[in-house]
């Protein structure tokens, strides 16, 4: 983080990796990542990153006895207390 | 919104009219998603089941209000994240004297680390004591930018669709997504930075 463009296009590398990145900013961006060593290794690091998650962020299994616990919650809670009311 | 996996046809008529049949159903097709999304937020197993359960009670008590103009997916969320948000939040406040976390959120960025460490032989990047690392990292964001991040990143949802959930702008949601994505990228070059340098002294 040297020069005065690598703070400043910081904010920007989120929506870059995203392919969001409006056409004259990505081009300024690129422009600059070309000769910044150290902003290639944010942008690098930034997207091993949101990769990692991405690859890593299994499905979690549900506990055994959750839906059960929930259920039983649900029927003391909601249908029961409806259908004395009724 | 989540991969067309649940295909939304509920009555609204008999769930807002407390059908319970109708509404085991709708717990049925959501119950997985709402639990992996409190999970995520939480990291802990006994409190993404509480925070699951007064989800579809508080669900099940507003439905009447529930005018449809949001998919029932789309509320759920709304309803599980803000109560996930609030239990935080309580925890947040009972800790406040000893976790003088540094609030980032709205400040400046740290100062960057500039490790490269994406040279790491893959199974370093995803072993199991890295995966628990992750998961970590994501709780040391604050909820309001983990919120965001669980959904978008990790539960895959869309920028407009984390949006609805939120009531905030897209642009809201890119500028804390990309806060949320850089602290994260300063908590793993912290981490696999010094698995590189072990790497080197070995």
Same mark, same amino acid.
């Given at each position: 983080?040297? &020069?005065?463009?690598?703070? &400043?296009?910081? @904010?920007?590398?989120?929506? %870059?990796?995203?392919?969001?990145? *409006? @056409?004259?900013?990505?081009?300024?961006?690129?422009?600059?990542?070309?000769?910044?060593?150290?902003? =290639?290794?944010?942008?690098?690091?930034?997207?091993?990153?949101?990769?990692? %998650? &991405?690859?890593?962020?299994?499905?979690?299994?549900?506990?055994? @006895?959750?839906?059960?616990?929930?259920?039983? =919650?649900?029927?003391? *809670?909601?249908?029961?207390?409806?259908?004395?009311? @009724? | 919104?989540?991969?067309?996996?649940?295909?939304?046809?509920?009555?609204?008529? /008999?769930?807002?009219?407390?059908?319970?049949?109708?509404?085991?159903?709708?717990?049925?097709?959501?119950? /997985?998603?709402?639990?992996?999304?409190?999970?995520?937020? $939480?990291?802990?197993? #006994?409190?993404?089941?509480?925070?699951? #359960?007064?989800?579809?009670?508080?669900?099940?008590?507003?439905?009447?209000?529930?005018?449809?103009?949001?998919?029932?997916?789309?509320?759920?969320?709304?309803?599980?994240?803000? /109560?996930?948000?609030?239990?935080?939040?309580?925890?947040?406040?009972?800790?406040?004297?000893?976790?003088?976390?540094?609030?980032?959120?709205?400040?400046?960025?740290?100062?960057?680390?500039?490790?490269?460490? +994406? +040279?790491?032989?893959?199974?370093?990047?995803?072993?199991?004591?890295?995966?628990?690392? $992750?998961?970590?990292?994501?709780?040391? $964001?604050?909820?309001?930018?983990?919120?965001?991040?669980?959904?978008?990143?990790? #539960?895959?949802?869309?920028?407009?669709?984390?949006?609805?959930? $939120?009531?905030?702008?897209?642009?809201?949601?890119?500028?804390?997504?990309?806060?949320?994505?850089?602290?994260?990228?300063?908590?793993?070059?912290?981490?696999?930075?010094?698995?590189?340098?072990?790497?080197?002294?070995?």
């Amino acid at each position: 983080m040297e &020069h005065k463009d690598c703070k &400043h296009l910081l @904010g920007s590398l989120s929506d %870059y990796l995203d392919g969001e990145l *409006e @056409g004259d900013l990505c081009a300024e961006l690129e422009r600059h990542l070309s000769e910044c060593d150290n902003c =290639r290794i944010v942008v690098d690091s930034l997207n091993k990153t949101i990769t990692l %998650y &991405h690859t890593t962020a299994q499905h979690v299994d549900v506990p055994e @006895g959750v839906h059960q616990r929930l259920f039983r =919650r649900l029927d003391l *809670e909601c249908f029961e207390k409806e259908s004395n009311i @009724g | 919104m989540d991969s067309g996996k649940a295909v939304e046809e509920f009555s609204l008529d /008999e769930l807002r009219a407390g059908n319970r049949d109708e509404y085991a159903r709708l717990v049925e097709t959501y119950y /997985e998603m709402i639990y992996n999304l409190v999970f995520r937020m $939480l990291n802990d197993p #006994q409190d993404a089941e509480d925070i699951l #359960q007064e989800t579809f009670l508080k669900a099940y008590r507003h439905l009447k209000g529930f005018d449809g103009r949001s998919s029932l997916s789309t509320w759920l969320y709304r309803i599980a994240t803000n /109560e996930a948000l609030m239990f935080l939040r309580r925890r947040r406040m009972e800790t406040v004297s000893i976790d003088e976390s540094k609030e980032t959120e709205t400040g400046e960025q740290e100062p960057l680390q500039i490790i490269d460490w +994406c +040279c790491l032989p893959e199974e370093e990047l995803v072993s199991a004591e890295a995966q628990a690392h $992750l998961d970590e990292a994501v709780t040391r $964001l604050s909820p309001n930018l983990r919120v965001v991040f669980v959904l978008r990143d990790i #539960q895959g949802l869309s920028t407009r669709e984390v949006g609805e959930v $939120l009531n905030l702008t897209e642009t809201a949601v890119k500028t804390r997504l990309s806060r949320a994505r850089l602290q994260l990228r300063e908590d793993l070059t912290g981490y696999f930075g010094g698995r590189l340098g072990e790497g080197r002294r070995g």
